[in-house]
């Protein structure tokens, strides 16, 4: 049974187990509601919770671990008498997880018969064939050994998924049977669903912190490997990124500076557009605009967000790139020549400002007009006017969360990728020439892992150093927007 249908069948138990349990409930009661300590629907959510939720848990925690487990089983059947010397156990069980993967395929496709998959498998050239019919290319070094641990990974993974249907579908009617036997006219049912869904909502709450603790520890585990094969005082003060890909990192020339300032060079100048317009923004719609104007502009200006970066890529390379050249350019109309090319720093600057406007217009607005009226209708009672009512007293109670909309567009902004690789170009310089062509870190870590990556090169986990130094700027950006907000709530207060 695949997952889907798995999936399927628990809804459908789960659905069953609410309507049968709720009806035992009211049979307990003779049909009389008043006589239950809970609603009747109660008895339903806990039936349906008591099916679905043990086995859920069970079956994703079945298929994470299913494959890992399979993995290191069919691993240890290779001996090092295997593995020849550019050859390696990962790249081994890449080979074998793609040959069980495309039998399944050409089975599922009608291409052959699950009984013929062991006699195609025999003949190396023709399982290639049929493996490329489907999609999957074998590359020239796949031997009969890994052919054969495939037939073994998927004989073994077809055995552990009828095991995990059975032990999903018996959890799931276990709860049932142990719901229906707990309900009665004087069973608890609120007050046991109100404690199950709490603790949902607490596993919940735990999963988003284990999941950023498992981004961190990646990213640290990664960066420690990578200082170990590149000196990390190079790393951080090298004024040069030259990347060779020609091993072990001996001849590459990985410094971090011309990427940091290519980094924050664009992000600066795009909040630099989207700041002042955005804020400007804000205040017109919810201080001066009427509610018809509002009404059609803030849902126009929001349609922004709502654009693909890819687009608004496009967008600079093609038309805010060639619009700059003509006026700064070498024969442009200005007669300078600041710009010798479309993909400029100005370029990605301007088209991510524009990106972002909805950001810091948009949160700021909602910041804006959560503001009580109170304290607008006391500014105007001693006299002040409308403009000194929203300088001196609107922003300034507004100013946190302002700072938090600015700080959210900070943060989108250097983790931008696709317009900085249309706009902005490819060069890692250090240049305080806004019309020159430069690039980011987020850049570069797409480019240092696309394509066949050795992740035992200094080459390839240097993007994890990346991501580990973009990560640290934007946790100090958060820390000082903080202060900056305590410091001024102080003084408002």
């Given at each position: ?123 190396l050239d023709g399982l290639k ?40 579908l018996i959890l799931a009617v ?320």
């Amino acid at each position: 049974m695949s997952v889907a249908w798995l999936l399927t069948a628990l809804v459908l138990l789960s659905l069953a187990g609410f309507f049968i349990v709720k009806g035992r409930a009211l049979a307990s009661a003779d049909g009389d509601r008043r006589s239950l300590h809970s609603l009747p629907n109660y008895y339903g959510y806990n039936a349906m919770l008591l099916v679905f939720v043990p086995a859920f848990f069970v079956m994703c925690a079945w298929l994470v671990l299913q494959p890992i487990l399979i993995g290191a089983s069919v691993s240890s059947e290779f001996s090092e008498q295997n593995l020849t010397e550019d050859m390696n156990m990962s790249l081994v069980m890449s080979d074998v997880r793609r040959v069980a993967d495309g039998l399944d395929q050409a089975i599922a496709k009608g291409a052959i018969g699950e009984d013929e998959a062991e006699e195609v498998a025999a003949d190396l050239d023709g399982l290639k064939t049929l493996l490329s019919s489907v999609g999957v290319v074998l590359g020239s070094d796949v031997s009969d050994d890994i052919v054969a641990s495939a037939q073994d990974y998927r004989g073994m993974a077809g055995t552990w998924s009828v095991i995990r249907d059975v032990v999903v579908l018996i959890l799931a009617v276990a709860g049932f049977a142990y719901a229906w036997s707990r309900t009665n006219a004087s069973f608890r049912a609120r007050n046991t669903v109100e404690r199950a869904v709490l603790a949902l909502l607490i596993g919940a709450a735990f999963i988003a912190i284990l999941t950023t603790v498992g981004i961190i520890y990646s990213l640290i585990f990664n960066t420690v490997e990578f200082f170990r094969l590149y000196p990390a005082s190079e790393f951080f003060f090298l004024l040069e990124w030259a990347p060779s890909f020609s091993g072990r990192g001996g001849s590459s020339s990985l410094g971090v500076l011309p990427l940091l300032w290519g980094t924050l060079y664009i992000s600066l100048v795009a909040l630099a557009v989207a700041v002042p317009v955005g804020l400007l923004s804000a205040i017109y719609l919810s201080e001066y605009a009427s509610p018809a104007v509002r009404g059609i502009a803030k849902p126009l200006l929001e349609v922004l967000a709502g654009i693909p970066t890819i687009v608004y890529g496009l967008f600079a390379l093609l038309t805010v790139g060639p619009f700059l050249v003509s006026f700064f350019g070498d024969e442009g109309y200005l007669g300078v020549n600041w710009m010798g090319g479309g993909t400029a720093v100005m370029t990605a600057g301007l088209v991510m400002g524009i990106m972002l406007i909805p950001f810091v217009s948009s949160l700021s607005d909602d910041i804006i007009n959560a503001v009580p009226q109170a304290m607008r209708d006391g500014s105007l009672g001693i006299g002040a006017t409308q403009s000194e009512t929203i300088r001196q007293v609107v922003l300034p109670a507004a100013l946190p969360g302002i700072v938090g909309a600015i700080l959210l567009a900070a943060s989108r902004a250097i983790g931008e990728t696709m317009i900085v690789v249309l706009g902005a170009g490819a060069a890692a310089r250090l240049s305080l020439n806004p019309f020159e062509a430069m690039t980011t870190i987020t850049a570069k870590i797409v480019s240092q892992l696309t394509g066949d990556s050795d992740f035992a090169s200094p080459e390839a986990l240097v993007a994890f150093a990346l991501g580990m130094t973009l990560f640290i700027i934007t946790l100090g950006l958060n820390v000082f927007a903080l202060f900056i907000v305590r410091k001024y709530r102080e003084q408002y207060e």
